[in-house]
Nanobody, 125 residues
Framework: QVRLQESGGGSVQPGGSLTLSCAAS????????MGWFRQVPGKEREGVAN?????????DYTDAVRRRFTISRGDAENTVTLQMNSVQPEDTAVYYC?????????????????WGQGTQVTVSS
């Protein structure tokens, strides 16, 4: 079983920055990809970004956050960070860390097996 622990959520003003982190523990031997989805009440979970943990340093982003958010591998094994810059009110959501043997795209949350509990990000003036 894989356990995912998110940290770094909170409140930030529009135009500000926030960093989310996620650490995987437990049965992590098969994890090849980690990333982030987000969800607002009444809407489906939306893929934000993901990154390969081994081999190529390939990352993918949804268009809504491209050039504002950066996902990267953490210093420790099986950790990732999401640097969120120039945040906007529409970025307000619960952000969930995901892990999977491979990067399954950002279009279907059901493809990802492992989920964290989520961390709230609120962008408001």
């Amino acid at each position: 079983q894989v356990r995912l622990q998110e940290s770094g959520g909170g409140s930030v003003q529009p135009g500000g920055s926030l960093t989310l982190s996620c650490a995987a523990s437990g049965d992590t031997g098969n994890i090849g990809c980690m990333g982030w989805f987000r969800q607002v009440p009444g809407k489906e979970r939306e893929g934000v970004a993901n990154i390969m943990l081994r081999y190529a340093n390939f990352a993918d982003y949804t268009d809504a956050v491209r050039r504002r958010f950066t996902i990267s591998r953490g210093d420790a094994e099986n950790t990732v960070t999401l640097q969120m810059n120039s945040v906007q009110p529409e970025d307000t959501a619960v952000y969930y860390c995901v892990a999977h043997p491979f990067c399954a795209g950002l279009g279907n949350a059901q493809l990802y097996d492992n989920w964290g509990q989520g961390t709230q990000v609120t962008v408001s003036s």
